[in-house]
């Protein structure tokens, strides 16, 4: 293997679509029923109304043998309803993926059997057009879409550096007038990527830290290494979907892209890459790339 394949845009690439994180063993799998994500929430309820960072949220990642999870749940300050009937589209999800910094861009379709698809076009956290940035294409499938529960579930097969089997989990229920919401990512590494990874975290990613506070600290000293960079990716997701909730839907992506920014920089430790004008600038280019994406995917299906 030549080490320009684990080079600064594989490792770019790879922060983007999956955090770093190797195959989760069986107990960070989705449980897949309302019984089991209402007993999460109320063992994480102390967590959620009180923890370093003020917010409603919790991140937690485990490590062993080699292997790597995450899961990042949090409180939506709107109701079930209205977040469920959002997510359950697939189109919607390219309403707010494209906010974290590596999405460039996002395009949605439906599969000649049946059923969903959504592509994301991952790369670095500077602008990039499309064709500059991997394309990771996604099934997405609605498991369950019932009064008080949602879960659903996008997986790829490929992915950057010899990766595989990407998976993307979804769970939400009602909290009162707000909505419980769990995110759950992961792949199957290579040995390309692991490489990429020890390059990142010896030179960027040396200093940088996650949401996870170590058990054996009596101050809030945060995981840093690999958990940190899977943690910090999961949040970037979560607060861009919650960007996509938490403002009005006619406002449109820049209005988004602003409030996902704001809301980035609460956690500024973990998550300060950009400053807002470059940000900002980058996603609006960005953006209008994607929808002349979207408007050739759509002229195809047309034809």
């Known amino acids: 293997m030549r080490l320009a394949s684990v080079g600064p845009r594989s490792c770019a690439v790879l922060l983007a679509v999956g955090g770093l994180m190797a195959w989760l063993p069986s107990a960070w799998a989705a449980d897949g029923t ?9 063992q994480l ?3 959620l109304a009180q923890n370093p960072f003020g917010k409603p949220i919790h991140v937690q990642s485990d490590a062993r043998d080699g292997e790597l999870g995450a899961d990042v749940y949090g409180l939506i300050g709107r109701p079930f ?7 359950a589209a697939a189109k919607h999800w390219c309403d707010f993926i494209p906010l974290h910094l590596n999405v460039k861009a996002c395009v949605y379709g ?42 659903l579930r996008m997986d790829a097969a490929d992915g950057p550096v010899g990766t595989s089997d990407y998976v993307v989990e979804l769970e939400a229920m ?60 999961v949040m970037r ?24 920014f704001d809301l980035t920089e609460h956690y500024r430790r ?3 890459e950009l400053d ?6 980058a996603k609006r280019r960005e953006h209008a790339n994607q929808l002349r994406l979207q408007r050739a995917q759509l002229l195809r299906v047309s034809n």
């Open 34 to 42: 309302l019984a089991a994500l209402s007993v999460h929430y109320e």
């Open 45 to 47: 309820r102390p967590t």
């Open 81 to 87: 309803g209205q977040v469920s009937d959002t997510l």
């Open 110 to 151: 439906a599969n000649a059997g049946g059923g969903d698809w959504l592509t994301f076009y991952v790369g670095r956290k500077f602008y990039q057009t499309p064709g500059d940035a991997y394309a990771l294409h996604y099934r997405f499938r609605v498991l369950r879409h019932a009064a008080g529960y949602l879960h």
């Open 174 to 233: 009602p909290v009162g007038e707000r909505t419980l919401v769990k995110i759950h990512v992961a792949y199957q590494p290579s040995f390309s990527s692991r490489l990429a990874t020890n390059v990142y975290l010896s030179t960027l990613g040396r200093d940088k830290v996650g949401f996870s506070q170590l058990a054996d600290s009596h101050e809030a000293q945060f995981v840093k290494g690999v958990r940190g960079v899977t943690e910090r990716n």
């Open 237 to 260: 997701y979560y607060l861009a979907l919650q960007s996509l909730l938490e403002t009005n839907p006619k406002a449109g992506f820049e209005v988004r892209a602003a409030h996902w």
């Open 270 to 272: 973990q998550l300060h």
């Open 276 to 281: 807002r004008a470059e940000y900002l600038s």
